[in-house]
């Protein structure tokens, strides 16, 4: 008899490659990693952290959290601290899915999402976009009793496209209290349209939204897997118990908490 495993996925992420040949000094474009690189602050923690590298780090990320809070005024207990914000959509799915449950994911998303509920033994539900743009009301038509999340990038990735405030308020209110929606702020802070606001600054009050963030695009800082994520105290607790106990490296967690505070670099990027 051979061993078997569970086998949920036949999904498999391939990052953006770069296919340019013979051209010196390319700019990469296809994954979204910054062109200009970290804030300086952020190399010298990460350089300075490389002396201490035989100690377990903090499995809390207690420093991150607390210059997250500080920065935001935001209640501590209400952010986690990820591999990537990667890591926290994983966590959500994990929390959340049990076997057919249903997760409502638009055409053209973030394929982590697909390969998290997968993972996690839920099922993929599209919701077709309306000409590269997420539909309220396409999502709206799939929901049925067994959906439990909805996860919406909003800017998306690759398409550009964002919801505006009113049409994000809307989404919520449509749907049933008891689905989590999971707004994914990569992009934040590149959108500057005035109907534009963030899924934090929306919905930080709310008892059935879990936002994520990400050190990976703005700040520069993609090798060392670092996101957050902001929701509810109960969801956040859960997440934290289930969490891998050191999922976030030392480097990553001072790194992050000094590019955090360089307020030019983030501007000038
Ligand atoms: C790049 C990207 C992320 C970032 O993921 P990390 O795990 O934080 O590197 C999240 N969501 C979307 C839509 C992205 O394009």
Known sequence: MSLRFKNFCNLKYEGGLSQIKNIKNSIKLSANESALGPSKKAISAFVKESKKLSKYPDGNSNILIQSISKNLKLNPNNIIIGNGSDEIISLACQLFLKPNDEVIVTEYSFLMYRIYTKTHGGKVITASEDNFKA?????????????????????????????????????????????????????FEFVIKKDYISGLDLFKNYNNVLITRSFSKIHGLASLRLGWGYGPKNIISGMKLIKPPFNVNSAAQVAGTESLSDKNWLKKI
């Open 135 to 187: 539909d309220i009301s396409s999502i709206l038509a799939k929901v049925t009793n067994k959906t439990k999340i909805v996860f919406l990038a909003n800017p998306n990735n690759p398409t550009g496209t964002y919801l505006d405030k009113n049409e994000m308020l809307l989404l919520r209110k449509k749907l049933r209290n008891n689905i989590l929606l999971v707004v994914d702020d990569a992009y």
